[in-house]
């Protein structure tokens, strides 16, 4: 820790340290592959498609995304969202909270289970699905005999993104409540909060920033996803399409136009993404600052 | 090293006064806690102290035996201390108190009442964390009515009740000045001080502190023990407080309860606990001591050339026994004249109101005696020198027997 504060306080000494760093062809170079790289790879594909979506006009672009099919697909995109980031969120801070705050049996168990989405392919996740509540899946049978439907429908598409998206808030949140320990926690306690207050007033402070960001990074993974969704869904147009899916149908289909203006949606919302992710991100590096020059102190 | 991080980070400009702050702490004894007296007699009232009794705690964590039936009482307004070393259970001990462990056996009484299972926000107490444990993203200022504000609405002040009471609190701990800043603004001993006026805060009918200057420079250190000795005195809140630093224990509390292993070895006052010993754990572990290997016979302790009487084994079996004695216990003289120890002095330290020699054995054992510079001046004994040394007393115990398999 020592060490990367120490990182970030020469930072902005580099001219004075000159002669402690790499010579100067060195940085050029490293400099100019990674802005190469950048380039190629993430500026060059989201500029092609703002370009493509408006190679044919305004007009054409606002039809795309009026059309009653791609609003549904950003209806069912928003749903599946809207339902996977809270339940994930909940789920996120039990987890963090038992992972962090107690020891109990299985502990390293649950610790790994929730990278597992992170380490299966998507399209296998989907496959799970398929055969747990598929036709000719286990519950399959009893799902027909009571008339729900699943796979193939709206349900089955926020189970696969509540999958996908669902380390994030843990992942994000363990390592800022393991950090802060307990005694704050015990502290409220003596004074008289009840556990509720405690956690209101003590623990959800204390991990807002972190919280925020496993959220907003939750988000983007539910609303980016393809692979397990696409799988389950059944690609039924208007009905269960998400926004990935709906692009790639219309691409398939040759109308590249429509293709890319729907996907300049789904850039646009990972724009938004990021700038909040920015924000956050300086708010979070901030608070782990503050942390760590608390604890040199103490 | 400190320094050099809070240098680095950005913004780091108020930290830095806040470093001030606690530079002129240290040197002007002015900031560091001056008398408690006017705030204290508004906050507490004689009836709201309490007496607690442990009896027969036990307490496991896992196979590792943190307390093993430990009774002891603590009086209404005592100032105690559970002196151990670390992993002799005093903090354990503190936490059951609170309510924050649970004992696997044993009761804890608060006032003749059981509390052993009560919740700790039922239980009344005010708790002083080891390292402070301050909520960071509150100010001081919350951090301190934070006990108030989260009382059920009918029991909680008004607003302005509460702004007062805390910049009482505050005053109390000479931190009114302070209120808007955040802990991580705050140097190590204002914190120490936030966290007391934060438990003082509920008006609790007992103070548990857990190696409350533990973290602290000794300069810090001093001030805030001399600090909180007063305070007790004005308002005889009964505290208990962990410490493993003898001379803390010694010099704050009323009673000492010395701890190891997970049990009590001794329960007295600082005097009886220093002069009279109970076990050789405690003289060990309270002060510097040397020790002489003999035996005991037929209500005799025979230790080398020293012998004292020893009434509490008149048997004629010889059991093996140690003798204890402080530095300050033995004479040095030139001439033998019976029952003293020949060593040779390998150092003297003659700074202060108390010479300190060092001096070895025959068997090259180190001897530490401490002289009163009159004495020495007398003396006038030279490193090198051939002396005898004489303890004026001795306490024996019994070493502990082998446990044989009993045919």
Same mark, same amino acid.
């Given at each position: 820790m020592a060490g990367h504060v120490a990182a970030r306080r020469g930072y902005g000494h580099t001219a004075e340290r000159a002669h402690l760093t790499e010579p100067r062809y060195v940085r050029w170079l490293l400099t100019a592959v990674s802005l190469v790289f950048l380039s190629l790879f993430l500026l060059l594909p989201l500029i092609t498609v703002f370009t493509e979506a408006f190679a044919k006009g305004w007009v054409a672009y606002k039809d795309a995304i009026l059309e009653p099919d791609a609003l549904s697909a950003l209806w069912l995109t928003l749903v599946a969202a809207a339902i996977a980031v809270p339940a994930n969120l909940v789920f996120g801070v039990c987890a963090g909270w038992a992972i962090a705050k107690f020891d109990f049996p299985g502990k390293s168990v649950l610790t790994t289970l929730i990278d597992l989405p992170f380490a299966v392919s998507p399209v296998i996740a989907g496959m799970v699905f398929l055969l747990l509540f598929g036709r000719q899946g286990y519950l399959g049978p009893w799902l027909a005999a009571h008339d729900i439907k699943v796979v193939f429908a709206v349900p089955a598409i926020v189970l696969a993104t509540v999958f996908v998206s669902f380390p994030f808030v843990a992942r994000e949140i363990i390592p800022v409540m393991a950090a802060s320990g307990t005694q704050e926690e015990e502290a409220a306690r003596v004074l008289g909060a009840t556990g509720l207050q405690t956690f209101l007033r003590v623990t959800l402070p204390n991990i807002k920033w972190g919280l925020l960001y496993g959220i907003i990074l939750c988000n983007a993974r539910a609303m980016g996803e393809f692979g397990a969704v696409s799988v389950v869904s059944g690609k039924i147009r208007g009905q269960t399409n998400t926004l990935p899916l709906h692009v790639e149908v219309l691409y398939g289909e040759y109308m590249t136009q429509a293709a890319f203006a729907v996907a300049s949606l789904l850039a646009f919302l990972a724009l938004i993404t990021l700038v909040v992710k920015t924000i956050v991100e300086r708010r979070l590096g901030a608070v782990r600052e503050d942390a760590v020059v608390t604890e040199v102190a103490a | 090293?400190?320094?050099?991080?809070?240098?680095?980070? =950005?913004?780091?400009?108020? @930290?830095?006064?806040?470093? @001030?702050?606690? !530079?002129? !702490?240290?040197?002007? =004894?002015?900031?560091? =806690?001056?008398?408690?007296?006017?705030?204290?007699? !508004?906050?507490?009232? !004689?009836?709201?102290?309490?007496?607690?009794?442990?009896?027969?705690?036990?307490k496991k964590f896992g196979s590792f035996v943190a307390l093993d039936n430990v009774s002891f009482t603590v009086q209404q307004g005592e100032l105690l201390a559970l002196l151990g070393p670390s992993g002799s259970g005093k903090t354990t001990l503190l936490r059951i108190i609170a309510g924050l462990e649970r004992p696997d056996s044993g009761t804890v009484l608060f006032d003749g009442d059981d509390a052993t299972r009560r919740d700790p926000r039922d239980r009344g107490v005010g708790f002083v964390f080891q390292h402070y444990a301050l909520f960071r993203h509150m100010t001081v200022h919350e951090n301190v009515a934070f006990g108030l504000r989260v009382r059920p609405r009918a029991q909680r002040p008004s607003d302005a009740e509460i702004r007062g009471r805390v910049k009482e609190l505050l005053g109390l701990v000479q931190l009114d000045y302070l209120g808007d800043r955040y802990p991580s603004e705050l140097s190590g001993g204002q914190r120490q001080r936030v966290a007391l006026a934060r438990a003082l805060a509920v008006q609790p009918k007992v103070l548990l502190l857990d190696e409350p200057f533990g973290a602290l420079d000794a300069k810090v250190r001093q001030d805030l023990r001399r600090w909180l000795r007063r305070l007790h005195a004005e308002i005889h809140l009964t505290s208990v407080f962990v410490t493993h630093d003898q001379e803390e224990a010694l010099e704050l509390a009323n009673r000492v309860v010395v701890m190891n292993d997970g049990r009590i070895e001794q329960d007295g006052t600082p005097d009886e606990v220093l002069e009279h010993p109970a076990t050789p754990f405690v003289v060990n572990f309270i002060g510097n001591v040397n020790i002489f290997h003999g035996r005991v016979q037929d209500g005799r302790a025979q230790l080398g050339p020293i012998a004292v009487a020893y009434p509490e084994h008149p048997h004629a079996e010889a059991r093996e026994a140690s003798g204890y004695a402080r530095p300050h216990e033995l004479d040095i003289t030139r001439e033998e004249d019976g029952g003293g120890l020949w060593a040779v002095i390998t150092d003297v330290r003659a700074a202060g109101a108390v010479v300190k020699i060092e001096a070895g054995d025959e068997e090259g054992r180190l001897i530490q005696v401490e002289l009163g510079r009159e004495q020495y001046e007398s003396l006038r004994a030279i490193v090198g020198e051939r002396i005898y040394v004489k303890p004026r007393r001795v306490r024996v115990f019994m070493d502990p027997q082998e446990a044989r398999p009993t045919p």
């Open positions: - | 090293m400190s320094i050099l991080l809070r240098a680095g980070s =950005p913004g780091s400009h108020a @930290f830095t006064r806040a470093d @001030f702050a606690l !530079d002129s !702490d240290a040197v002007r =004894p002015r900031v560091a =806690p001056g008398s408690p007296r006017r705030a204290a007699a !508004d906050l507490w009232h !004689d009836s709201a102290r309490m007496g607690i009794e442990v009896s027969h705690v036990s």
